[in-house]
T-cell receptor, first 114, second 115 residues
Framework: NAGVTQTPKFRVLKTGQSMTLLCAQD?????MYWYRQDPGMGLRLIHY???????AKGEVPDGYNVSRLKKQNFLLGLESAAPSQTSVYFC?????????????FGDGTRLSIL | DQQVKQNSPSLSVQEGRISILNCDYT??????FLWYKKYPAEGPTFLIS?????DKNEDGRFTVFLNKSAKHLSLHIVPSQPGDSAVYFC??????????????FGQGTTLQVKP
């Protein structure tokens, strides 16, 4: 019963490098979200998807791109990494948008940009 | 502009006593509120939620109270146990017709329950 799986768990990048974070869920959820967590700031929404083939901007989308080609996968891309993108990234998914169907989170990807 | 605020970064209580975590919000259009618990090196785990049409929701040792006039909610844990030591995030969602399930999180409160 995997739930939400994030790959990789840790990564160190140099400024200007690119990479893709993968989120996979096995719960057949329609909705998927990418958040970042920084000290003292809680979690902030980067991008989200309301279904396969759809994406939308969240609160802090600049410097990131996303794709949802398959329902179970939600990819977060950094085209040219910057030190300000050093953070812990969490992916979440949910069956619906309502309070009785809460979002399930993965265990995060810790990303350091040097 | 922080729409959801947890003004207490940390809280320490004795095992067996009550823990009260607080959260304030500014957007009166939020439809529901949630509490998540987070252990180090893990993702947030859903704990309890409440719809804006209710003022209380209870699940075992956990109770959430909502005061809409004050735009304030609180999480009560009774009795507190050492295993409850974690970071607790308050979150809000469902701001009217534009609801897409997006969660707005507070900064988190670190709870320490001492044996």
């Amino acid at each position: 019963n995997a739930g939400v799986t994030q790959t990789p768990k840790f990564r160190v990048l140099k400024t200007g490098q690119s990479m893709t974070l993968l989120c996979a869920q096995d719960m057949n959820h329609e909705y998927m979200y990418w958040y970042r967590q920084d000290p003292g700031m809680g979690l902030r929404l980067i991008h989200y998807s309301v279904g396969e083939g759809t994406t939308a901007k969240g609160e802090v989308p600049d410097g990131y791109n996303v794709s949802r080609l398959k329902k179970q996968n939600f990819l977060l891309g950094l085209e040219s990494a910057a030190p300000s993108q050093t953070s812990v990234y969490f992916c979440a998914s949910s069956y619906s948008i309502w309070w009785d169907q809460p979002q399930h989170f993965g265990d995060g990807t810790r990303l350091s940009i040097l | 502009d922080q729409q959801v605020k947890q003004n207490s970064p940390s809280l320490s209580v004795q095992e067996g006593r009550i823990s009260i975590l607080n959260c304030d919000y500014t957007n009166s259009m939020f439809d529901y509120f949630l509490w998540y618990k987070k252990y180090p090196a893990e993702g947030p785990t859903f704990l309890i939620s409440i719809s804006s049409i209710k003022d209380k929701n209870e699940d075992g040792r956990f109770t959430v109270f909502l005061n809409k006039s004050a735009k304030h909610l609180s999480l009560h844990i009774v009795p507190s146990q050492p295993g409850d030591s974690a970071v607790y995030f308050c979150a809000a969602s469902g701001a009217g017709s534009s609801n897409t399930g997006k969660l707005i999180f507070g900064q988190g409160t670190t709870l320490q329950v001492k044996p």
